[in-house]
């Protein structure tokens, strides 16, 4: 495969022109994040100086697959004559565009596409990032309160720190989609082999904030003992009960009947059925040493099997690292990381 790297429309390096050389070139991405672009053009290269800082458009195509579309944001010169350039993803310009002051709750899909109609309505027309599709939670209420003008970028942070799910950049020809995915819903054909393709894996369990019981309150201070078939006025997870006894916290929730409030707390308390357990690993990406290998994208599920370490389940891709120069040294990032309970109340509950 070829990749090359234009600035607009001018091709300032590619793998299959010796002259138009690129000395190194790796494109790093992660799960909602903005992708990073750093490559080096030799001396040599007539298009060193070609790239100026936030002007043009700088993309990467593989053979004729558009995989990045960004700027750049700092060059720097180096002793032997070559020039570093960084770039940043088309994802970063949502923080060149400040959101309205949010006084009012809305649908998150109401609230996800308003957010991208304003940013469009003020970007250069290069940098236009079209809505795409909004499958998270769409009918959920958005309460993303702030009395400030935060970013776009700010604002879909906060909403994705509150509602989950996925923002992921589609390429659509040359044009960018941003979609907000609960799930990406794709698995990987290539799987992790311990002995094959994985290089490193960590596997942390702790019983720190282990919970076996919730309280939870809904708006008006509603409770839950009405619909409970218990009758109590929490819920427990019987495995975890049974294991530790009574862990209890409260936990407080935007429920507005006490039928929603038992739901709520149950997806969390669900949730928290292994606890405090995160597994990440890094593989060599195959795909990109053998074509007939399938990729691994951003948000794709993923089977992961080392026997030494115990390990036979399913990941999904959080990084990856693309690297036009040496195509071996690609490397995928898998993780899989269950919430503590702290930390789903402070996002608010799963809803």
């Given at each position: 495969m070829m990749y090359t790297i234009y600035?607009?429309?001018?091709?300032?390096?590619?793998?299959?022109?010796?002259?138009?050389a690129m000395a190194s070139a790796v494109i790093e991405q992660s799960k909602n994040s903005a992708d990073k672009f750093v490559f080096t053009l030799p001396a040599t290269n007539p298009e060193r100086d070609t790239p100026q800082i936030r002007m043009g458009i700088v993309t990467v195509r593989r053979d004729n697959e558009l995989i990045f579309k960004g700027d750049v944001i700092s060059t720097r010169l180096r002793f032997d004559g070559s020039r570093e350039i960084t770039c940043q993803g088309c994802l970063a310009w949502l923080n060149d565009v400040c959101s309205t002051k949010i006084d009012t709750a809305a649908s998150v899909a109401y609230s996800f596409g308003a957010r991208m109609t304003?940013?469009?309505?003020?970007?250069?027309?290069?940098?236009r990032i079209e809505q795409g599709v909004c499958t998270n939670k769409p009918t959920a209420t958005a309460k993303i309160f702030d009395g400030t003008?935060?970013?776009?970028?700010?604002?879909?942070?906060?909403?994705?720190?509150?509602?989950?799910?996925?923002?992921?950049?589609?390429y659509e020809g040359d044009t960018v989609y941003l979609d907000y995915l609960d799930t990406k819903n794709k698995t990987s054909g290539q799987e992790i082999y311990f002995g094959r393709?994985?290089?490193?894996?960590?596997?942390?369990?702790?019983?720190?904030?282990?919970?076996?019981?919730?309280?939870?309150?809904?708006?008006?201070?509603?409770?839950?003992?009405?619909?409970?078939?218990?009758?109590?006025?929490?819920?427990?997870?019987?495995?975890?009960?049974?294991?530790?006894?009574?862990?209890?916290?409260?936990?407080?929730y935007d429920s507005e009947t006490p039928a929603e409030l038992l739901a709520d707390a149950t997806a969390t308390l669900n949730a928290l059925a292994v606890l405090n357990q995160t597994i990440k690993l890094?593989?060599?990406?195959?795909?990109?040493?053998?074509?007939?290998?399938?990729?691994?994208e951003i948000g794709d599920t993923v089977h992961a099997v080392s026997a030494p370490h115990g390990l036979d389940t399913e990941l999904e891709c959080s990084g990856k690292t693309i690297d036009l120069v040496n195509p071996a040294n690609s490397t995928i990032t898998l993780g899989k990381t269950l919430k503590s309970l702290s930390k789903i109340i402070a996002m608010g509950g799963i809803k």
């Open positions: 600035y607009d429309d001018i091709a300032v390096a590619s793998t299959g022109h010796p002259t138009f304003r940013y469009n309505s003020l970007c250069r027309q290069t940098r003008f935060i970013s776009i970028f700010e604002y879909f942070r906060r909403l994705i720190d509150a509602k989950g799910g996925l923002m992921l950049p589609r393709n994985l290089l490193d894996l960590d596997n942390y369990i702790s019983a720190e904030n282990t919970v076996t019981a919730l309280y939870p309150t809904g708006q008006n201070g509603i409770t839950i003992e009405s619909v409970n078939p218990t009758g109590y006025v929490f819920i427990r997870n019987d495995a975890l009960y049974s294991r530790y006894g009574m862990i209890a916290q409260n936990a407080t890094s593989a060599v990406d195959l795909s990109m040493i053998d074509s007939s290998v399938d990729s691994i």
